[in-house]
């Protein structure tokens, strides 16, 4: 055995991390067994103690916040649900790669998800939704920062998302994931910028809602954001827009469709009037709202046009350069797009 505290951290860690995961296999059979979940709580909670005494912080918070919800199953305050088994078996997972290869845990987008899941969630609401695309054709859509300006005029035009607000994209180390989010009513009125937009038809003050419902949100979380994307690679999708708080998660089902399976999100703690807000701003962003149709709707558009290409034949617009770190901070850059076309072909070989 190896003399490296670090390496004695981790194999002990290893051997934690079997005994959680087959205390929460074994829980998934016997939900109201409470030595399992006895057994998971003491796992995380020494996993926490020791991570954090050898320099593992970010592992170390992670790992406390995943035993608090064990801390409430074991009160009787939450129970063992099947979808908690599911999250927690996917957290153990993160576990053991914040352990073996901290640099891929990517804490920088784990602000963006903190940022939106603050506090107890309750679930509004769930469906899904099918569409005749790729599910790669539907991963350039939420890592495409310039399209909401261009195909959903309903933002442009009521300036919830102008390319002239403020705005920021941030990606992890490796590129897979990424958010970026705008802040409305930052626009910079420059003498360009003016000149510009009194050339676009969806740039038009004259333009009014009989029913300004959709145009009302609370600036909840107090930082002037109305819009955040986030993205995890391949398959998650965490939205805030405006008041609404979704998750998507992308499941390929043909080289030719896939589904989305949306889940509408609210706090436990916020008032019923938040809640009908919320609800209310489903009809902008939920599956059936008019920005995530118009968004399918290109998927599939895209899909046939690609499909039209001889075999080996390509073509594309290239926007701002052709590295991966291209655009500085803000969202005007393409480096999303490029970073998950870049981290498929690394991982498929191609
Ligand atoms: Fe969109």
Redesign the pocket.
């Known amino acids: 055995m190896s003399a490296d505290p670090v390496e004695i951290f981790r194999q002990e860690a290893a051997d934690l991390l079997e005994a959680l995961e087959q205390a929460l296999l074994d829980l998934e059979r016997r939900p109201g067994d409470r030595d399992l979940v006895n057994t998971a709580f003491r796992a995380l909670h020494t996993i926490k103690g020791s991570g954090a005494m050898f320099g593992f912080d970010d592992l170390a918070g992670f790992a406390h916040e995943f035993e608090t919800v064990f801390d409430r199953v074991r009160r009787g305050e939450s129970h063992a649900s099947p979808a908690l088994i599911a999250v927690a078996l996917n957290a153990q997972s993160f576990l053991r790669t914040q352990i073996e290869t901290p640099d891929e845990a990517s804490p920088a987008i784990g602000d963006g998800i903190r940022r939106v899941l603050r506090r107890p969630l309750k679930v509004l609401g769930y469906d899904t939704q099918r569409f005749a695309a790729n599910w790669k054709n539907y991963h350039e859509?939420?890592r495409d920062s310039f399209?909401?300006n261009i195909?959903?005029t309903f933002y442009g035009t009521f300036g919830l998302s102008r390319q002239a607000q403020e705005s920021a994209m941030i990606l992890d180390d490796h590129g897979r994931h990424v958010y970026f989010y705008t802040k409305v009513g930052t626009d910079r009125a420059s003498a360009d910028y003016a000149e510009t937009a009194a050339t676009l038809r969806s740039h038009n003050p004259d333009f009014r809602l009989e029913d300004t419902r959709l145009l009302k949100w609370v600036d909840e979380f107090g930082d002037g954001v109305n819009m955040q994307i986030l993205t995890l690679y391949p398959s998650f999708v965490l939205h805030q827009v405006c008041n609404s708080i979704a998750v998507r998660q992308l499941v390929p089902r043909s080289p030719t469709s896939s589904d989305l399976h949306w889940t509408y999100l609210g706090f436990a703690d916020e008032p019923a009037g938040m809640t009908d807000t919320r609800l209310f701003q489903t009809n902008l962003v939920g599956s059936a709202g008019l920005?995530s149709m118009?968004?399918t709707a290109v998927c599939e558009m895209v899909r046939r046009g690609t499909a039209g290409s001889g075999e080996g034949e390509a073509s594309f617009m290239e926007m701002g350069g052709k590295d991966l770190t291209s655009g500085g901070s803000t969202k005007l850059s393409e480096k999303a797009l490029r970073n998950f076309w870049n981290t498929y072909r690394v991982q498929m070989g191609l």
């Open positions: 859509n939420p399209h909401a195909l959903h920005v118009e968004d």
